[in-house]
């Protein structure tokens, strides 16, 4: 393991200080959601003192390590209300690393966010639902798949279903406004890194994972890398929150801080 003085670098703190007042997408939602929210949301180790940004213990915060960049395509996280306080969900990674690409709606099964419509029906766009399940097991109305990226100027946007497994295919099935958008199957294959749940489905990605393998089909395979980097990073420091444990400085802590110094 690599040991290393990562943490703090005085060249970028100004930088830092500014980004730091920029909400993303989920942060945005994630305030809306707690000013509506008439209960506190237990999360599991509440007594941990979290950073309110990556929701990990202070002393495993990742926010240093965090780089901000543009890829090429966009994603819709199309979150369950519960999803929202889970310290566990990986969907907000990509709202931190691609804020500029990233819209986080909560998930409404009769009453869809406007904002939501409008980007559906977008003509610029071509969306799609990633599904990383097997769909013909799953589909009682039969909806257009693709299994690769039709070449078009589209901007690409891939709405991402972010919940537990039996909630995501309640939001797949139960929402009649997103009966007309196609499904993208992602390519089969294994990925690094480890998912902090598991699940029964042997197939299950998660959000995060699913975004990396939805950038390597629009060809955008350094921006899918560094997900996975960020996401491998949120792991060992989720991990190290639970154990109550400083995170181990690693490789992926040096290649994410060499690709924020390069911005
Ligand atoms: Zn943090």
Known sequence: M???????????????ICMQKIKN???QLLERCKAQSTREFLARGKSVIRCDRC????????????????????????????????????????ADLFPSQTHAYCWSRTEPEQALMDLLNDKTRQCFIVYPANLTDLEAKPRKIFLEIPANEKLKTFILLDATWKQSGRMYHLSRWLEN?????????????????????DNYLSTAEAASLCLQMVNDKKNSEILLDYF???????????????????????????IKSQI
């Open 55 to 94: 929701q990990l213990a202070t002393f495993a915060c990742i926010c240093d390590w965090q780089p901000q960049l543009n890829c090429d395509a966009e994603f819709v996280l199309l979150l369950h209300r519960d999803e929202v306080f889970k310290p566990t969900n990986t969907g907000r990674l990509i």
């Open 25 to 27: 997408s989920f942060h």
């Open 2 to 16: 690599l040991k290393s003085n990562l943490r703090f670098d005085p060249r970028f703190a100004l930088f830092d």
């Open 232 to 258: 491998q990073l949120f792991n060992e420091h989720y991990l190290a929150t639970r154990g109550c444990y400083p995170p181990v400085l690693g490789e992926v802590h040096q290649r994410l801080s060499a």
């Open 181 to 201: 958008v196609p499904c993208i199957a992602l390519p089969e294959g294994s990925l690094r890194g480890y998912a902090v749940r598991k699940s029964h489905q």
